[in-house]
């Protein structure tokens, strides 16, 4: 098991840029591919960025895309996401996640969940 604990998240104008992170405690960090999702009010939890176990991978929904970057410390346990340019549609309580193995945009296949940061880009 991995326990999630986010950080990093505020409120910010639009144009403005954010560092979220997310530090991990329990199993082996490396063992997990991690995801950062969010969740606007009222909406579906959406996929925005992944990262492999070592780095190597990334992915990004195409809204974020260019604007955010995920990276990983594998000695601190810890994933960032690098936001840039936000923009007000931005605004959704952020989330990290882990699951074993391989990197993936569907939000069923994470096992583990932080319990989220606030961002809110004003206009």
């Known amino acids: 098991q991995v326990q999630l604990k986010e950080s990093g998240g505020g409120l910010v104008q639009d144009g403005g840029s954010l560092r979220l992170s997310c530090e991990a405690s329990g199993r082996p960090f490396s063992t997990y591919a991690m995801g950062w999702f969010r969740q606007a009010p009222g909406k579906e939890r959406d996929f925005v960025a992944f990262i492999s176990r070592n780095g190597a991978t990334t992915d990004y929904a195409d809204s974020v895309k260019g604007r955010f970057t995920i990276s990983r410390d594998n000695a601190k346990n810890t994933v960032y996401l690098q936001m840039t340019s936000l923009k007000p549609e931005d605004t959704a309580l952020y989330y990290c996640?882990?699951?074993?193995?391989?990197?993936?945009?569907?939000?069923?296949?994470?096992?583990?969940w932080g319990q989220g940061t606030q961002v809110t880009v004003s206009s």
């Open positions: 996640a882990a699951r074993i193995m391989y990197p993936s945009k569907a939000v069923s296949a994470y096992n583990y």
